[in-house]
């Protein structure tokens, strides 16, 4: 995935995510998940438990369009969020190693296509610096 030396630092260093993904009736679903940057092969990751029980993984295994945001403040005094907004198509898979202990053996792949970010690379209210990219 192409991210800068500022992003990549800001994910490895994030241990929370939000996905959002698409219901059946096309209504979006936002949830809380941990995560994890797979250099290798250029996605994020998503484990947990229960992972296969979720309506996440029911809803990408019926769409994969998803987005995925981490943010925080870098400082409340000045007010200064950041953050990475990742765009693209997931992949429920199952039999998956766990990444963690507990976590099931199902995994949420995606696959990038459309980043945004801010905060990181400019000032926190500058226009989100976005780009497409391609995972490998």
Known sequence: MDLSENERSYLTNQPLGRLA?????????????GFFLNEELGTIDI??????QSQKFRNIQRD?????VVDDLA????????GIEIRGEAEAIV??????PGF???????????????GLE???F???LARNIKSV
């Open 21 to 33: 993904t698409l219901a059946s009736d096309g209504s979006p679903q936002t949830r809380p998940v």
């Open 47 to 52: 484990g947990g438990h229960n992972l296969g």
């Open 64 to 68: 994969g369009r998803v987005a995925f």
């Open 75 to 82: 400082s409340i005094d000045p007010w200064s969020p950041r």
């Open 95 to 100: 039999d998956a190693e766990p990444s963690r």
């Open 104 to 118: 099931s053996s199902e995994l949420i792949r995606i696959r990038p296509n459309r980043l945004l970010s801010w």
């Open 122 to 124: 400019s000032d926190a």
């Open 126 to 128: 500058a226009p989100p």
